[in-house]
């Protein structure tokens, strides 16, 4: 094989995982759509459409050439620079995934996931996990095929094939350690942060009402000052915050609760973390694998780093208080202090997006303990519900009383998404890891945060995180950014220093 | 070929034509969130999305299988019924103009229009035609390359090639004599049209200012009274009115300005007629060639018939008077007689997309013949603006000041479309025969009319026009609609009706 060789086929290669890239961009701007502005008719066109453009962008990477170009190219790998080389491992680990599932399994699942999907809908509004259970059953059963197919062809176990869909190389082996250290944190540190909490005053709620346009702008404004350009980005409204678009047209949403400012100015800044990652990601590997966001633990930590470490820091709620009376007029309750105290609660919740940063794990921890149980078969699909409860019983101390706040409450596991609840976790500890690295390397970032001024911490995130893109797996990216892979005792230094001192 | 064996190849054909169909759709939405929604720096990438979905759609029904399949399913066309042996012939036709184009063509006229486009902006806001003249020669010179491509394919010659592209099947043997005769007509008719405009009372303008938001709430009502459902349909801004989506989506913009109601409030009555053509179209033949609206003058008889024809109609306006008043608050203004005088105004103007309804053709007829003489090379581009000027003062008698009021005004030739204007005039006459049509059908459409109900006039044109889809050409269409082809007779008895009496 001749280096000329090699090189023509990376080329090809590069070739096809650029148009795989493009039509996925197409895909997730119709997405985002989807989510903000389509009418209601449009519905199943839609999904026709993005069922299309799915299947163009797999067929774009599975063509008949493709193996003959991956040995072609890998065979001259040594030729190649760091970032080459690094896309070109990523092109293997990605076409394997992808030719490994029969197209009849992908269809089956595609069809399975949207026909749950509608009827978890139904399911939860009413608190009736009966209604899903059939469809659910389908859809576990089809998850496993689909763990088993990609446990053979990568070498790993069923569930862990899973995760590493959504966080490449991350495991049972790496994920239940840090997780059972945690359980063990949490139940010496939250009963005290509760009892520490109720010794301070109660925070003061604002009076608002907080109406939606001036929310809208406070919002455009603390996100613009983060770094978000609006040439480059759109912030509307959805049902569900999310990030979405492309690196070069990128669209953050929220939602605005007029007697709650906090729900969408936070949610933006979390977004805007996550906008800020897609920003940053290096144009010269635009749509290639390479160029990608290093997977979902990395993508939390970005927008946790932003929304938790920053914006819940103590000098940034001081800016924002002067932000806030700005908006909506004077109020005794936005002070630096009372912001922290009514924006940095505790508390033992039902609900996994209105946890605190304290107890949002321990929300990760049962469904990742519960997620491998099915997946298994450890745990029918029927059991779920009272499996459920008991698992919240036993780490937070509570029991919903419907399961419309139980094992209804979440839109994955009923669309397909197995192996993706670790990541959540995974990124909050990360984002402390980077947290406590940028203020090592940063001495004057509180300076710049009691100005709502995240340019700093931005900057060193665009070189140390965002710049470096798919070029390294979640471990070795902390390990460049901070010197050590993921070390959860920065997250629990984090807490500690938040909630326990 | 059994006929099991020709219905099996029609069925691969269908798919085929459906995939290309759900990506055209997916290309569609993605070019009205650029027109509309579209952050400035998403704008490359957009323009790759679009160009890998334009290949994509090629690339679908140019398959190495489809030569052979289209010959079988022809084979069995006597099984298939009306609508399946039209679709099969319109794939053929589609097959034919998609397959002669070598893609090195396709590409470098891709790349030329977008080139010249972006020039001729610059060249049209500085009136400076030497800019542009470069590119505007390449474009055109491909544009030759093109025609004479596809006329060999079609047996057509090169300018009835193109225009077969926007409207099949209708070329210079068709409109010719019509425009000539239309001129004609013109010549007498403009002056004795001026004279009796000013023998009557001036109009009076509305004070205004119209607020933009009330604008477009009456732009919704008024649309949503001629029968577009928000259920299907959007309306949002852009900087040139569109519409764009897809049938069960369909989405309309238009601009807003404060001193002027009857831009916005008319543009988007010209929309809804183009979108209610789109909600009409057959859905059991969505995505199929048949199913597609018949052509770019059928569509703009869709969208003049409501704009011209309905709403400019006595008893629309004076219904309108009423919307007006109760929007913007009482004026003396708001009379049906008033409106008429100020919306159906004849006069000689340099701009097209500002022309009455009487001299439009005139433009219309100057770009038919010089577009033609370019195609042919007896024009060169160099030679374009004095051959405009002498144009426009042969035919209206007036002569553009500047380029950019004259040669520069619309983007189409510069954007590489050749052959499409005649589609406007075709279906303003086609509009006028449809609507003597409806008329006959609908003894009592004025009292509708009157009160700004569509429905009746809608109702008709879903069943002869919208639901027939691309089951005819134009003018089968037509015949079966009206009982006859295109007869231009309808229109000018329409002019003379509405401003010669």
Known sequence: MSAAAANDAYDRLTACFGRRGTIN??????????????????????GEQLGVLAGLAHAAITEDEMPDDLAAAEAGIDQLDAWDAANLRLMRHAHTRAAVLPGALVEAQARANSTCEKIWREARRTGDFALVREALDEVISLVREQADGLAGALGLSPYDALMDGYQRGIGVADVGPIFAAYETFLRDALPRAEALQNTRPAPIRPAGPFPAATQEAL?????????????????????????GGTPTDVRITTRYDESDFSQSLMGVMHETGHALYERGLPPGFARQPVGEAAGMAAHESQSLIIEMQAC??????????????????PDAAYTGPNLARLLRRVGRGFIRVDADEMTYPAHVILRFRLEQALVSGDLAVADLPGAWNEGMGSLLGVT?????????????WYDGAVGYFPSYTLGAMAAAQLMAAARRALPDIDVALGQADLAPLVGWLRSHVHAQASRYGFNDLLRAATGKPLDPADFTAHLTARYLT
Chains 1, 2 share one sequence.
């Open 219 to 243: 919002c455009r404004r603390m996100s613009g000052r983060a770094g978000l350009e609006a040439e480059h980005s759109r912030l509307d409204r959805s049902a569900h915050p999310f990030c």
């Open 400 to 412: 919903p009383p419907t399961d419309t706040q139980g094992c209804l409450q979440d839109i994955h």
């Open 25 to 46: 961009e197409a895909a997730a701007v119709l997405g985002w759509d989807a989510a903000t502005m389509m009418p209601p008719g449009g519905a199943v066109a839609r």
């Open 312 to 329: 819940r820091s103590e000098p940034y709620l001081a800016a924002m208080a002067s932000e806030l009376a700005a908006s909506f007029g």
